[in-house]
């Protein structure tokens, strides 16, 4: 079955940084875009990044551009995100997801997520 494990979250001061990853398994993990969104309490879901599988292209939301980083090891299955410059307004629950569409609302599997809280 397909599962997706994040971890690394946890509390940092604003303007540290975290780096969470995601251990993916039972999927041919180099076949699909993967990548995070994070849902805050009072606030929409919010795509935050993705790695392609096909092209090695990118995206980034605006609210975290510049300052976090997604890359991927297809050979471990595996995907990161290291987050820098943290704000208190990053503080969310993260989900590793596996994408199936063009944009980040088409996932069909998600990890039970990772806390991250940035205090001021």
């Given at each position: 079955?397909?599962?997706?494990v994040?971890?690394?979250g946890?509390l940092?001061?604003?303007g540290?940084s975290l780096?969470l990853?995601?251990a993916?398994s ?6 699909y875009?993967?990548?995070w ?6 606030k929409?879901?919010?795509?935050i990044?993705?790695a392609?599988n096909?092209?090695g ?9 510049g300052?976090?980083t ?7 299955s ?7 410059s ?8 993260y ?7 063009p ?7 998600w990890g039970?997520g ?7």
């Open positions: 079955e397909v599962q997706l994040e971890s690394g946890g940092v001061q604003a540290g780096r990853s995601c993916a039972g999927f041919t993990f180099e076949s875009t993967m990548g969104f994070r849902q805050a309490p009072g929409e879901r919010e795509g990044s993705c392609s096909s092209d292209s990118t995206y980034y939301a605006d609210s975290v551009k300052r976090f997604i890359s991927r090891d297809n050979a471990n595996t995907v990161y995100l290291q987050m820098d943290l704000k208190p307004e990053d503080t969310a629950v989900y590793c997801a596996r994408f199936i569409g944009t980040m609302l088409f996932y069909d599997f039970q990772t806390q991250v809280t940035v205090s001021s």
